[in-house]
């Protein structure tokens, strides 16, 4: 049994600790993926909870395979840059799903392709525990789509609502 609960048993931190930051991902995500939801963007709020929770857990699992295996000279090296990197590369080609080209001129789904890549972002500083990084992200990243759709609405006069 002992054997057991020593599999089970984080070196980083606790469960509870990491359920704390999960749920963050999963909330920061609902919230950004609703925006884009409300206005009818072709990635549904899902992915954004999806995205956002993965990466967090992404970022634990990195710390703790570092901390197994960071110091083996046998074992190949554990970088977590490159699990940053991997994660964001792999969500750039999500993102770039929700980008196309619109008659000979007009590209559209640009901020959702960008807001789905800053989930997986606020989703990594959560699981490395930072969480001043990733509540200012996350706000940011909610006005800059809450303003700027009620400026393109108001100035430019393009609903923000579209999908295509």
């Keep these: 049994m002992d054997v057991l609960a020593s599999y089970l048993e984080l070196q980083t ?20 993926g609703w925006d884009r939801e409300a206005k009818n963007k072709p990635i549904d709020f899902r992915a954004y909870m ?6 967090c857990a992404i970022a634990v699992v990195g710390q703790e395979v570092y901390m197994d295996y960071g110091s083996s000279d046998t074992i190949a090296s554990i970088d977590l840059g490159k699990v940053v990197a991997g994660v964001l590369t ?3 080609f999500l993102g770039a799903g929700a980008i196309i080209q619109d008659g000979d001129t007009k590209v559209v789904g640009t901020a959702t392709g960008a807001s789905i890549w800053a989930s997986g972002i606020f989703g990594l500083a959560l699981g490395f525990g930072q969480y001043g ?4 992200t996350f706000l940011v990243i909610a006005a800059i789509l809450i303003v700027g759709g009620a400026y393109m609405k108001a100035f430019n006069g393009q609903e923000d609502n579209e999908q295509v």
Aim: no cysteine; charged share 5%.
């Design 13 to 32: 931190l606790s469960y509870m600790e990491f359920g704390v930051r999960i749920l963050l991902a999963v909330i920061f995500g609902l919230v950004i």
């Design 50 to 55: 999806i995205v956002a929770a993965a990466t």
């Design 90 to 92: 792999g969500i750039g």
């Design 133 to 136: 990084v990733a509540f200012i």
